[in-house]
């Protein structure tokens, strides 16, 4: 039977740690450049030699363990708790060559908590491009550890960390640094009320704000023998024993680590100058940001043309092909028009996340951090709140996990709050649809009317965060003290496997995570679109038939009023009609009304809605386009989706808090039903304000 | 017999569909409450 041991991949973050966990696990993981993006546990298998089995954790970026957020919180509180049952049997401490001896603090940190460790330094491709040589041996012997030296990206040293952490019992768990030598009196007085416990990991518990279930700082403070000192005493206790590590680290650097100057050549500096500069930096941002939107619309509409008329066929070959009933109605109607509304997007989808993914691969992602970091401050948040906001361009939920990394609670619980103004992937299908209906297809310098509108609601949605977090930052009042670090990595060319990687799970978790919903709501739809109560839908035809007895209609004309007729009487137009009173003065007619209400569990189902709505009944091949520009509105006659009406939903989706499962999230990371509430009220009475404003002025 | 076979389908899509937002956005499952902590102090004496 083969043998399964824990083994938990620690480090700073950008070390490449999730490289490290792809390489040794084969799992498709996301590997991002910004710091922070690992902010929940994950977990593999590899298989080492001679038949043990590795289960993997790869653990959130952490500089040290004296815990600032709520992520390096799970570090602790994994290496702390022995009956965990992820509790590492060895750690592996993954480090970057560029930065070792800030990466070997947390080294000597874990060593202390007598775990046997393995010190991974990672990006040796890059030693000698940096002119940095290191004596392997030497350090060996002093970490007593034993060192793999890898380059996930040449893919090489990885078979010799298999075989490390196979034989990790031959590791040596001395500690790097005297638990005693911090301050001798007290840590005498612990270890003799705490005889039997491991000094290093008893001073963890006293200096660190994290669970610890029993074993709190109560529990020691309430054993007589022994008294904790004051907050103050302790942070510089903290001081003390994080200049020692330094002391031991620079000593064993000192022999073990060369760094030529000379033979270093460097491009960074000279790129970090222009692309952070206070002038240049955010010009350079927004063209990439222009370029970005004017490919998405010139690369896509090919495939997206090619995609709309295939499900146009698709059902119209499914109603001639399969037998005359309920279900082949369904499928045509139902299904594949539902389906047909979310597909259409994966072209432009997939080339944002593309972008987003080059962004982050490259390093550029965390300039942009910086760089907003000076905008962001003046709002109330700080530059680690642009992780979430750009982050939620895919999607708010994670998000909003991602501001676990903001230890000030006050910003966090502003980014977390202002997060779903974002345009969302959600957004996108709404967006794309409407725009391409109500803006013409001119150009100006080169860029189309239709991609500068995308931008412009882009632009928008991250106005409306940044605004909102100005209020809130004044409104709330909440104290809470604020710094900022961001690491700033390497300048690198994109890995072709993990920019595919990315693009792929972002799509597909777009297309399954909304097509099961999509689906499901489409099936709903197009029941309550086919049946109605009463006389007015059972008896159509003939009411039909008689109103237009005297006017000369074809037999296909006769056909539309009818579909009509029963449409406006179905169950769905009985529940529109009821609600047109409300949506009539932003411009929309009850079809439209039952699209917002049903894209209430999530955005993109808006689409999906009216695919459905306007497909039932209808014979013809048409696309989804198609249909909807030929809507007329019944009351002020015209093209339904005009430019008025069109711009009307377009802030309508920009600002509304049209999204359940984003409420669930805020509710589990604020732990209270008061902030998503304000959200979802404040968030959708402002939008239907700004689209009534909108129409009004427009129509 | 076509007709029968046709809405037996087509209703069953439909209760399968219900079932399946009801699970998602009316049922949630009861928040897991975090037990990594036994009853021996975690494992940190």
Known sequence: ?699 | MNAIIQYILAFSALTIALVYLFKTFVWWPKKRTNKSCGNDDCGCH
Not at chain 1, 674 to 682: A, D, E, G, H
């Open chain 1, 1 to 699: 039977m083969s043998k399964q041991i824990n083994v938990a991949l620690i480090g700073n973050p950008n070390t490449g740690k999730t490289s490290v966990f792809n390489a040794l696990t084969g799992l498709n993981q996301k590997v991002g450049n910004y710091p922070g993006i690992t902010v929940e546990k994950k977990e593999g298998i590899c298989k080492l030699p001679r038949g043990v089995k590795a289960h993997i954790i790869d653990l959130p970026g952490t500089y040290s363990l004296n815990a600032s957020s709520l992520d390096e919180n799970v570090v602790i509180e994994l290496l702390l708790n022995k009956n965990d049952k992820d509790f590492p049997d060895v750690a592996v401490v993954i480090s970057d060559v560029e930065n070792l001896k800030r990466n070997l603090l947390l080294f000597t940190q874990i060593k202390d908590l007598e775990i046997p460790t393995i010190l991974v330094i990672n990006m040796s491709d890059r030693m000698a491009y940096k002119g940095i040589s290191l004596d392997i041996e030497y350090l060996e012997r002093k970490l007593q550890t034993k060192i793999a030296l890898i380059s996930t990206r040449k893919n090489k040293g990885i078979d010799d960390l298999k075989e490390l952490i196979t034989n990790y019992k031959d590791l040596s768990t001395t500690p790097c640094l005297n638990a005693s030598s911090i301050d001798k009196n007290y840590f005498d007085n612990l270890r003799k009320a705490f005889p039997n416990q491991l000094l290093y990991k008893l001073w963890l518990v006293i200096t660190q704000d994290v669970n610890f279930g029993k074993t709190n700082r109560k529990t020691i403070d309430d054993v007589s023998s022994f008294k904790t000192k004051s907050k103050t005493d302790l942070k510089r206790l903290q001081q003390k024993e994080t200049i020692k590590r330094y002391q031991f680290i620079n000593d064993t650097l000192k022999k073990g680590q060369t760094i030529d100057l000379a033979s270093a050549k460097d491009l960074r500096i000279k790129l970090d100058r222009i692309l952070t500069h206070k002038v240049w930096g955010y010009l350079i941002f927004g063209v990439i940001l222009l370029t970005i939107f004017q490919a998405i619309y010139d690369w896509s509409s090919v495939p997206m043309d090619f995609i709309d008329s295939a499900f146009a066929s698709l059902s119209e070959w499914t109603k001639s092909t399969l037998p005359d009933g309920a279900f082949t109605d369904l499928l045509a109607e139902g299904i594949i028009a539902g389906l047909g509304g979310i597909v259409i997007f994966i072209p432009q989808i997939a080339f944002l996340f593309l972008f987003i993914a080059i962004l982050e691969e490259s390093g550029y992602m965390s300039r942009v951090v910086f760089l907003m970091d000076r905008i962001m401050r003046r709002f109330g948040l700080s530059g680690k709140s642009v992780v979430p906001l750009i982050s939620g361009t895919a999607c708010a939920i994670p998000a909003i996990m991602a501001t676990r990394n903001i230890e000030s609670w006050k910003e966090r619980l502003i980014t977390i709050l202002v997060t779903p103004f974002t345009t969302c992937s959600a957004r996108l299908p709404v967006y794309l649809i409407i725009i391409s209906l109500v803006i013409p297809e001119g150009r100006f310098l080169g860029l189309s009317y239709q991609a500068l509108t995308l931008m412009l609601l882009y632009l928008i949605g991250f106005g409306a965060a940044v605004g909102s977090a100005y209020i809130l930052n004044k409104v709330l009042k909440i104290r809470s003290k604020t710094f900022f670090v961001v690491e700033m990595p390497n300048y690198k060319l994109p890995l072709f496997k993990n920019v595919a990687l990315t693009v792929i799970e972002k799509t597909k978790a777009f297309v399954f995570g909304a097509g099961k919903i999509i689906l499901a709501i489409s099936i709903v739809l197009w029941f309550l679109a086919s049946y109605g109560p009463g006389e007015q839908f059972n008896n159509a035809e003939r009411i039909v038939t008689e109103q237009y007895a005297n006017v000369n209609l074809n037999e296909e004309e006769l056909s539309q009023k009818i579909a009509s007729h029963k449409l406006e009487h179905s169950f769905i137009g009985v529940t529109g009609r009821a609600i047109e009173p409300v949506i009539r003065p932003l411009g929309y007619d009850w079809k439209i009304g039952i699209a917002i209400v049903s894209s209430f569990a999530a955005r993109e189902v808006f689409v999906g809605t009216l695919a459905t709505i306007y497909s039932v009944g209808s014979d013809e091949e048409e696309t989804i386009k198609n249909r909807m520009a030929g809507e007329v509105n019944p009351i002020l006659g015209g093209p339904l989706f005009n430019f008025a009406s069109g711009i009307s939903l377009l802030l309508f989706y920009a600002f509304a808090m049209q999204c359940m499962s984003t409420l669930a999230i805020v509710k589990k990371e604020t732990n209270s039903w008061k902030w998503p509430m304000y959200q979802l009220v404040i968030m959708s009475g402002f939008a239907y304000l700004v689209a009534l404003i909108a129409f009004q002025i427009l129509k």
